[in-house]
């Protein structure tokens, strides 16, 4: 094949490309204009989402997300041990759709919508990782070095054309050399001077997933170790759990925290309904003494629902049964909106289900619980 003939099929296949890439780009777009104070927080959650969800199956036939953060003068760095992309979910990264996988009735993420809000913390995104065959050559993989993810554009098709780009490039690696092993960790690298304030928002993202993790580790059992590098401020703390047995009739579970050499323990005490879908957290420093979750999101989805930290209440309610606003803010609650009535009503069920099932834990044991004047909102 002529050079000429070689470069006319790249620029047909690129027109190609660019008919699915409009309807990305320009959502895309949108969802850049709609970035906020608090796209930080959405955004770490959103990448903690997509590791657990793209978690391996252990010999015990459990899934195990194990999950490193780092951050440097120059990049933010989200690695995670998990199932390598295919053509499929690496293409989805690109076009910033939900992949094949999100199918999986226990998945909650996986590069749809909400992907948008990383881009807090950088417009471009080097991938490393590793890329499964499949079906064309069952066991082998692809290396995947340093592949460029660029959100930076002048118009819509500057970006159409950028995307179109990346596209090829996937597709490119049909002709790569094929390996038998596949990587331990997939590793996103946000540049951090490719986009206002991102080193700012990494920070406020490290920082939300400090005083979080300990309960969202507690109601996601396959997040099972995290560890936060922070080179900036010179902070390395890791965690990890183990469950513990029951005290007062309520669930424990032990969250071993090492912070730069200063080791400890905390403890979340918490029910669970008999499915499994339904945990409320209790606000107890240990299981006789009450203290404050002031500041913590009292509704979860998996992962806290932002803007419902002063909900009215001091204990911490997920559901998978919730439905939210969007992705990750507050449930829908009664309004005069008939096309949303199934949902709230639906949320309100739950919320009264699982206020039922404290309540009667509470007519029980309350009396045992001391320092309730710590709980805020009691």
Known sequence: MSQNSEQIRREWAIADKRQFCKQSCTKIDQGLAKLDNRSSERAIWELFQNARDLAKVNEA????????????????????????FTHDSF??????????????????????????TTHAFGRVINVV???DMENAAPGKFVNIDNFVIDRTYHDIPD????????????????DAEMVDDCRDWTELHYQLNSAEGAETNAQKGIHAA???????????SPIVDVTIVNEVDGRTIS???????????????????????????????????????????LPLKDSATGESLSGIAKLFVCFPLLGT??????????????FPVEERDAIYLPVENANVRSKYEQNVKVLNEMSDMLFDYLREHAGDISNWVNITTL
């Open 61 to 84: 036939g459990k899934k195990e997300s194990h999950i490193k953060i780092r951050l440097t003068s120059d990049e933010f760095i989200f690695a995670h041990q998990g199932r390598p």
């Open 91 to 116: 293409s989805s990264l690109v076009k910033q759709v939900s992949a094949q996988e999100k199918e999986d009735k226990d998945s909650v993420g996986q590069y749809g919508t909400g992907f948008l």
């Open 129 to 131: 990782g590793s890329l």
């Open 159 to 174: 970006f159409i054309n950028k995307m179109a780009e990346q596209l090829l490039n996937i597709n490119n690696y049909a």
């Open 210 to 220: 400090i005083n979080i993790l300990p309960y969202v580790m507690t109601i996601n």
């Open 239 to 281: 965690f990890s759990k183990r469950e513990l047995p029951d005290e007062n009739s309520l669930r424990v579970m032990a969250i071993d925290i090492n912070d730069n050499g200063n080791i400890y323990c905390k403890k979340i005490y918490y029910l669970q309904s008999e499915d499994g879908q339904d945990i409320v957290v």
């Open 309 to 322: 930290e002063d909900f009215g209440m001091d204990f911490i309610y997920h559901s998978r049964r919730f």
